[in-house]
């Protein structure tokens, strides 16, 4: 909470709120397994699970809740058969790089074939390397949507990026949205060294996203409202693939606007 920082993602616990929406609407789903790193990220993600599936959906049953070491688990097969064992009918993380996909790879390998829901198991090898396996299983939660392009100047966009960088992904759209909305900062303040008229510019501004909807920065706690997505990994309707696999993610459900009305304990202190 400093007037210095802005977020550009949707906080974890948004995102969480979108995807047990998501959950909370799919009666087929009646327990869900947890498991996550030992750390910050990880225990919001485990705690707030449990707080918004008691909400919205107090018929399901967390039959799993655990975190490991971050990067220290080389084979995670105990942790895939204790979710297979206890039967899950879907598995929440917030795992990410290899403890993502070391432990995606493990469950699926163990026969699980519910869904996965995710926040970082796409791109930068990722999805190469779950091809055909993660299929009808991974699903993310996220912003910007590649898959279908939503317009012809995203498509321009993205086949630019392609054409200057073949071996890249635009894995992480909402970078655009960083870029154009400190342009339009600056232009706004007449200035790009009075940091302080630069960032009063930036907050409250309202903006179109290249990747679909429109962008908020909220004033209160400088994090960015937008449309949150939960996607697919699949090879199927699939425009612009990742790591060259032919597999890439494709928009689902989508809430808009997402924490537009979300709570926040930020007391700013401005210059």
């Not at 449990?50 to 919205?56: F, M, P, S």
């Not at 975190?67 to 795992?95: E, M, Q």
């Not at 190469?128 to 996220?142: P, S, W």
């Not at 949205?177 to 930036?202: E, P």
């Amino acid at each position: 909470c400093s007037f210095w920082h802005f977020r550009f993602d949707a906080h974890a616990v948004m995102k969480l709120d979108v995807l047990t929406d998501f959950i909370a609407m799919n009666d087929e789903l009646s327990s869900v397994y947890i498991i996550g790193q030992d750390y910050s990220f990880g225990q919001v993600v485990a705690d707030n699970t449990i707080r918004l599936l008691g909400e919205k959906r107090p018929d399901i049953e967390i039959v799993g809740n655990e975190l490991h070491p971050i990067g220290k688990v080389k084979d995670f097969t105990p942790y895939a058969r204790k979710i297979v064992a206890a039967g899950a009918d879907a598995v929440i993380t917030g795992n990410w790089g290899a403890d993502m996909l070391n432990l995606g790879k493990a469950v699926i390998e163990s026969g699980y074939k519910g869904p996965i829901y995710t926040y970082y198991a796409a791109g930068s090898g990722i999805t190469a390397a779950f091809g055909e396996a993660g299929k009808g299983v991974i699903r993310l939660v996220a912003e910007g949507q590649i898959n279908p392009p939503v317009s012809g100047e995203a498509k321009a966009y993205i086949d630019a990026y392609i054409a200057k960088y073949p071996d890249g992904n635009v894995d992480q759209p909402r970078i655009t949205n960083v870029i154009s909305m400190l342009a339009k900062a600056i232009d706004a303040a007449g200035t790009a060294t009075d940091v302080v008229a630069v960032a009063k510019k930036l907050e409250s501004m309202k903006s179109d996203n290249l990747f679909g909807g429109t962008v908020y920065m909220r004033p209160q706690d400088h994090q960015l409202i937008q449309d949150v997505h939960i996607e697919a990994h699949t090879n199927e309707g699939v425009t612009y693939d990742y790591d060259k696999s032919g597999y890439g993610l494709v928009v689902e459900s989508t809430v808009e606007m997402a924490g537009m009305d979300s709570p926040t304990s930020c007391k700013m202190e401005r210059p």
